[in-house]
């Protein structure tokens, strides 16, 4: 990620706390090749999407009061569905909160 | 916050006592700019909102009685989900009461 | 509340033993400002309203059979949501049936 | 309750063993005063309607198969949901079998 | 019951182990008196019906895989609820598997 | 069971491992007598059919990861709902794959 | 499976960690025999589907936080339902992320 976006993100992460298990991702653009060098042809990018954790909520809460640890972290490669999250804008830019239930799998290098 | 405002505030949260998980907000004039200088451009206004805690409840029950505490507090600035939460008018003023899982996320300076 | 009021909701209260989670509200009347002295509009009154505790339930049963206490009291002032409750009259005075988890709040002075 | 009435619910009661948290419930004629003297008027009868309880089941089992016993006893007058419960006719008289969880609350002298 | 009808029965009851909570009645005949005694008018027949235990299953399963014993026997008669039940002809004659929280009461001479 | 048709179920069994609380059942044809001598009379078997056990999985698994075995075991002759399970074909026959709870009763000689 | 396209399937093993109790399955074609030798006639393979693990996540959480490891592993021939599963296209190859509730069994030699 280009410096001056990792600036960007780094300060949106600083001012957005996730609630519970809720995470920020910033959704790729449609690019043929991801992080880990894996080929998402276009149709692909029609059906499943990839991005970035930008910050990350405590974690769900169990019965007795503990949050649970999300398991994805700031800067993790992820593969989204198609559809839900929720779009927020910030310095005009889209950045979606999912629950981490959602997130479907980590890309790793 | 100017402080004729925040004497009002302070005087609902005196007399305004959610009750379990519910939080009462005070929903942010749609502003360019959030607390935490995010600039928020118009479109997220219309889907997320911003606003500030002014009073929450005691927290969720458990199965044993016990209150699990909110994890936000007074003062707190955070973001909103477009739809949900119940108005209430008091002093010819707008607040909205949310289930502490509504809220999607704290905004930090 | 006048000592003629009082001695009548007294009186339903001994009478009136509700089951479980559920009390017994009085809904007062749409006046311009609440007990605490907040000014209630006309608006609000049309969407949340206000009232009196005037008899609990021992509260809802937890998997061991035991009974885990409300959090609202005979006498409490309470803003409750506009629809739902079951509606009784008694003594020819309309008297609702909430379930606690539906109060929205306490009103304090 | 006129002795020979005591005795048919009596006898009824021996015989019906509700299971569970079922309670079978003998619902009064609409009259204006209930037994705790309570004026009742007319509309209250077709919204809310009052009976005594005739037989009672062991109560609701938890998860380690013990009952939960309920909260009520024959011979208490209850408040009744207008809608619910299964009709049983027996020895020509109609009772309803409701869940405790359905009864609104009981009504004391 | 008659005693050629008793052997066929049990020997249902040998064949036929009903799994979990559910338990095989045979529908009584609708006549005026159960076997308590009771009157049963008509009607009743139309709504509720009544029927005798033919066979039980071990019962529930919780959380530990332990079952927990049903709490109708074989030979109890039992009032039932007029629709459920899954149909089962053995020997030329209807059968119904229910499960035993849909039992509505035993009556007991 | 015919040696045969007991070598290929067999080879079946050994092939085919469920998962979780799900059996693997062969359905019976529908046959006037059933194993355990029933007279099974055409319209039950238009409603309920009945089977064999071919494999069975290890059981639904509780909150804490361990399995809780299921209560038919390879060989039972069973009863099961007309609706549902999952049919596979293999080896040209058919075969069903049902959830343990759905099964209704076990049927014995 | 031929060596190249096993280590095309290690390579996407490598990259993609599927979340929770999801797995990421290969579909076979549908061939009339399937690895354990059973003949899986055309009809079958439109209703139910055999594939290979491709990838697993951590398993399902608790109520503890602890994950429950997944019951298929990386490699196993596995019947899956028709319908469900989200498709993924990575080196322009079809994938299918299940969760592990869903798969139906184990294909064994």
Sequence with gaps: MASAAKVAV???AKRIKPLFDRVLVEKAEPIAR???GLYIPEKAQGRVVHGTIVATGPGARNEQ?????VSVSVGDSVLLPEYGGTKIELDAKDYF???ENDILAKLQD
Tied chains: 1, 2, 3, 4, 5, 6, 7.
Excluded: C
Excluded at 65 to 69: E, L, S
């Design 65 to 69: 009061g503990a949050n649970i640890p």
């Design 34 to 36: 991801s992080k880990g």
């Design 97 to 99: 909160l999912y629950r």
């Design 10 to 12: 780094e300060s949106i």
